[in-house]
């Protein structure tokens, strides 16, 4: 799926997206188009809203259904080695991306995936399977095998919100995903990817990672945060 996380926005999330990659054969086409106002930002966009679609569904997950949702009051917690995010769904308006994370989540598939694209005072972008290998050329190229339909909102790119990335396909995120620095620089964001939580503890969390630049075709080197592991509990598990 081209390298997820926003189209013009939109992981662009954030602002405008895409970005064309090589190592050993594996090439990346298509940028996504940003709405972003300035160069930087546009260049931020584009590396972390585009996805590529590449794999085939997992032998043991299928696409999600509405029933994927359950309580609909569930939390999401991604634990870090900085220390947890805590995230709240909106499932009134993103029904299928909601019930799409909470799927993957359950089955263990974001575990031990990174934040593998960080640009700072923009976005942290993570969800790709591929994040998982020794190879960190192919990160953001990956995903469950399916996609979900664009679930576009009035809910505003603020700082904390969690977002799909997508390719240019409106249609075309899985399961990479992104939350906001900064509402300067993702407010183009709006309308263009699906909003489909809010980060509701552990913003220091998400700013400590987000400090922490970080660019696969750059410095692919340099250790991407890891996700221990993302699950869906109720909130009185983690005083809420």
Excluded at 82 to 110: C, E, Q, S, W
Excluded at 174 to 180: D, V
Aim: charged residues 30%; aromatic residues 8%; glycine residues 8%.
């Amino acid at each position: 799926m081209n390298r997820l996380l926003l189209f013009v926005l939109c992981f662009g999330l954030l602002g405008a997206v895409a970005c064309k990659e090589s190592k050993e054969g594996t090439n990346q086409k298509t940028k996504v188009k940003k709405m972003e106002t300035s160069r930087e930002e546009k260049a931020a966009a584009s590396e972390t809203t585009s996805v590529e679609k590449s794999g085939k569904p997992s032998a043991k997950l299928t696409p999600p259904t509405l029933d994927d949702v359950g309580d609909p009051d569930e939390l999401a917690v991604i634990s870090t080695e900085y220390g947890d995010i805590v995230l709240k769904f909106f499932t009134d308006v993103a029904p299928m991306h909601v019930a799409n994370f909470k799927k993957l989540a359950r089955a263990g598939f974001y575990d031990g995936t990174t934040f593998h694209r960080v640009i700072p005072g923009f976005v942290i972008q993570g969800g790709d399977p591929n994040s998982k290998d020794d190879d960190p050329y192919n990160d953001g190229m990956g995903g469950p095998g399916w996609t979900v339909k664009a679930e576009f909102n009035q809910i505003k790119h603020d700082k904390g919100i969690l977002s799909m990335a997508r390719s240019r396909d409106p249609n075309s995120a899985g399961s990479q995903f992104f939350i906001c620095l900064s509402r300067e620089r993702t407010r183009n964001l709006d309308n263009q990817y699906t909003v489909f939580g809010q980060t509701v503890k552990g913003i220091d969390v998400v700013e400590k990672i987000g400090s922490i630049e970080r660019d696969p075709r750059k410095n692919a080197k340099d250790p991407a945060v890891v996700m221990k592991s993302v699950r869906i509990v109720k909130p009185t598990e983690v005083g809420l």
